[in-house]
């Protein structure tokens, strides 16, 4: 989810040419969130433009900014040349004449007397103002759309990082059912290795044996983890697959994915399921890692 896009634009009005400069900045977040810093002005606009970023956007913190050429916000400054140089001769006689009696004013305090300088709003006019509003829309939504490309791009690295995480995630959840399937003759064969080391006075059934083994074994059970590994690993994979937005629901399966893999080494009745579930462990929390960074 992260991206940069720029987009300069102008516009001709009048005598005016008027110039602005649009960037957007977005990094990872489970929601979307969109904060914008307009010129002063210009604040009013940021509600539509939020409804349009919806269009093209749905996961991130984004910031979006807006920096327009002084000429359609500042002020002007006038200087009457005429009064100026008027003023500034008639000082310097002043000063002329009556010596230290008169201090020579400072360029600041001329400039600052009423008439010299004048102040002009270079206001544009409402038709000029709705000109350049819907021409600062058009260029905000090519914002948007140089920025999803620029995501889509990222966003296609991390599906193939992903898809090898689900490889690797496959091939652990693999070996495990394979140990698994073992585990009845494992079990048995540890069972009656102890009842030999410790019971060998005691006379059991085979009746009794044999419920004590099915008692272990479905204890032991992990077939539904399995199963349910499998179908979260296809799941993952058709929603990689698509072109919508699945990153909330890859969060979600990211979830199932690890609450499976903790209940399998709960119930893990050999020391290799152990090994293989903590390094499924360690596969779904990078893949949850890499969740975080797509739409």
């Given at each position: 989810?992260?991206?940069?896009?720029?987009?300069?634009?102008?516009?001709?009005?009048?005598?005016?040419?008027?110039?602005?400069?649009?960037?957007?900045?977005?990094?990872?977040?489970?929601?979307?969130?969109?904060?914008?810093?307009?010129?002063?002005?210009?604040?009013?606009?940021?509600?539509?433009?939020?409804?349009?970023?919806?269009?093209?956007?749905?996961?991130?913190?984004?910031?979006?900014?807006?920096?327009?050429?002084?000429?359609?916000?500042?002020?002007?400054?006038?200087?009457?040349?005429?009064?100026?140089?008027?003023?500034?001769?008639?000082?310097?006689?002043?000063?002329?004449?009556?010596?230290?009696?008169?201090?020579?004013?400072?360029?600041?305090?001329?400039?600052?007397?009423?008439?010299?300088?004048?102040?002009?709003?270079?206001?544009?006019?409402?038709?000029?103002?709705?000109?350049?509003?819907?021409?600062?829309?058009?260029?905000?939504?090519?914002?948007?759309?140089?920025?999803?490309?620029?995501?889509?791009?990222?966003?296609?690295?991390?599906?193939?990082?992903?898809?090898?995480?689900?490889?690797?995630?496959?091939?652990?959840?693999?070996?495990?059912?394979?140990?698994?399937?073992?585990?009845?003759?494992?079990?048995?064969?540890?069972?009656?290795?102890?009842?030999?080391?410790?019971?060998?006075?005691?006379?059991?059934?085979?009746?009794?044996?044999?419920?004590?083994?099915?008692?272990?074994?479905?204890?032991?059970?992990?077939?539904?983890?399995?199963?349910?590994?499998?179908?979260?690993?296809?799941?993952?994979e058709q929603m990689l697959e698509t072109d919508e937005a699945v990153g909330r629901k890859l969060d979600f399966l990211c979830q199932e994915l690890n609450r499976e893999a903790n209940t399998t080494c709960s119930k893990?009745?050999?020391?290799?399921?152990?090994?293989?579930?903590?390094?499924?462990?360690?596969?779904?929390?990078?893949?949850?890692?890499?969740?975080?960074?797509?739409?």
């Amino acid at each position: 989810m992260t991206g940069f896009a720029r987009v300069n634009g102008n516009l001709q009005t009048g005598e005016k040419n008027i110039s602005w400069i649009w960037e957007i900045k977005s990094v990872n977040g489970k929601s979307l969130d969109v904060k914008f810093r307009l010129p002063n002005g210009y604040d009013d606009m940021a509600l539509k433009l939020k409804t349009k970023a919806l269009e093209y956007l749905n996961r991130g913190s984004v910031g979006v900014y807006l920096e327009m050429d002084d000429e359609t916000i500042a002020k002007k400054i006038k200087i009457d040349e005429t009064l100026l140089k008027s003023l500034t001769e008639r000082a310097i006689t002043l000063n002329e004449e009556y010596g230290d009696k008169i201090a020579r004013p400072s360029a600041a305090e001329i400039l600052a007397l009423k008439g010299v300088v004048e102040v002009e709003e270079n206001m544009l006019s409402e038709e000029e103002q709705q000109e350049v509003r819907k021409k600062l829309e058009e260029d905000f939504e090519l914002l948007c759309q140089k920025l999803k490309q620029e995501r889509q791009k990222e966003g296609t690295k991390i599906k193939t990082a992903l898809l090898s995480i689900l490889h690797n995630i496959a091939t652990i959840v693999a070996k495990i059912e394979k140990t698994a399937e073992m585990l009845p003759e494992k079990i048995k064969g540890k069972l009656t290795e102890l009842l030999q080391q410790y019971a060998q006075d005691v006379e059991i059934s085979e009746d009794r044996l044999a419920q004590e083994i099915v008692f272990l074994v479905t204890k032991a059970d992990i077939r539904e983890e399995i199963d349910r590994l499998k179908a979260h690993i296809k799941s993952a994979e058709q929603m990689l697959e698509t072109d919508e937005a699945v990153g909330r629901k890859l969060d979600f399966l990211c979830q199932e994915l690890n609450r499976e893999a903790n209940t399998t080494c709960s119930k893990a009745a050999d020391i290799m399921i152990t090994d293989w579930g903590m390094e499924l462990k360690a596969l779904i929390e990078q893949f949850r890692e890499q969740v975080q960074n797509i739409e």
